[in-house]
């Protein structure tokens, strides 16, 4: 499986914007880069994902570098609810393959 | 009411009983997955089923076994449990979409003390 590196944790100021960073040089060209994060005492959710385009959601935005090497999460306005652990994870398209492997992750922690 | 339900949501036991962990989903989905998480770490892949006569190891598959019982319902059990499965243990489902990729949706997780 694909490995991925990210910062083991950073912080923001509420209302701020956050962008959480992501390498995988390894990457192939079928694997997709999902993003998950894991509020205390809660399961991970899936936050957003891409393939090479820039992806917009309700709760994020992705930017994918042009050689697919890295990649940001972008929280537009961070709260005290987006506290959490964000996991980078590459997946492949493939019908069997799709298994997801969760490293340390990057814990967000926003100040008020 | 949650997509996806475990129960129980929190169990003690005593080393070298058998202990079972349920997990239901009402999303209709084909793939689910059994994780662990350890203090400090992310989650590993212990079990994994793509539907309900397809059943596969993760990363960590020693010491557990897993039933399929229905597409809805998928069962971790631990035959003989020893204090380092001591965990938080998380059921996901997924729905694969042919040509793309998948979104995994989790449960609430099922915190296990082995003493």
């Known amino acids: 499986d694909a490995k991925t590196t990210q910062p083991n944790s950073m912080e923001s100021n509420e209302e701020e914007p956050v962008h959480l960073p992501c390498n995988h040089s390894?990457?192939?060209?079928?694997?997709?880069i999902h993003w998950y994060r894991q509020l205390p005492s809660q399961g991970p959710e899936y936050v957003i994902h891409?393939?090479?385009s820039n992806v917009n959601n309700r709760m994020a935005s992705l930017a994918i570098a042009e050689d697919r090497k890295s990649s940001t999460l972008i929280l537009h306005r961070a709260t005290l609810r987006d506290a959490a652990v964000y996991y980078c994870?590459?997946?492949?398209?493939?019908?069997?393959?799709?298994?997801?492997?969760f490293g340390a992750g990057t814990i967000l922690r926003v100040k008020s | 009411d949650a997509d996806v339900t475990q129960t129980p949501r929190n169990r003690i036991t005593k080393t070298g009983k058998r202990i079972m962990l349920e997990c239901s989903q009402t999303?209709?989905?084909?793939?689910m997955y059994w994780y662990r998480q350890d203090p400090g770490l992310g989650l590993r892949l212990i079990y994994y089923?793509?539907?309900?006569?397809?059943?596969n190891k993760g990363e960590i598959s020693d010491g557990y076994s897993v039933s399929r019982q229905a597409q809805a319902k998928f069962s971790l059990s631990l035959e003989s449990a020893i204090p380092n499965q001591t965990a938080l243990y998380f059921c996901?489902?997924?729905?694969?979409?042919?040509?793309?990729?998948?979104?995994?949706?989790f449960g609430p997780g099922t915190r296990l003390t082995v003493l």
């Open positions: 996901a489902t997924s729905d694969f979409r042919l040509g793309g990729t998948d979104t995994q949706y």
């Open positions: 390894t990457i192939s060209g079928t694997d997709y």
């Open positions: 891409g393939l090479t």
């Open positions: 994870i590459l997946t492949g398209s493939q019908e069997y393959g799709n298994k997801l492997v």
């Open positions: 999303k209709g989905h084909d793939r």
């Open positions: 089923s793509f539907d309900v006569k397809d059943i």
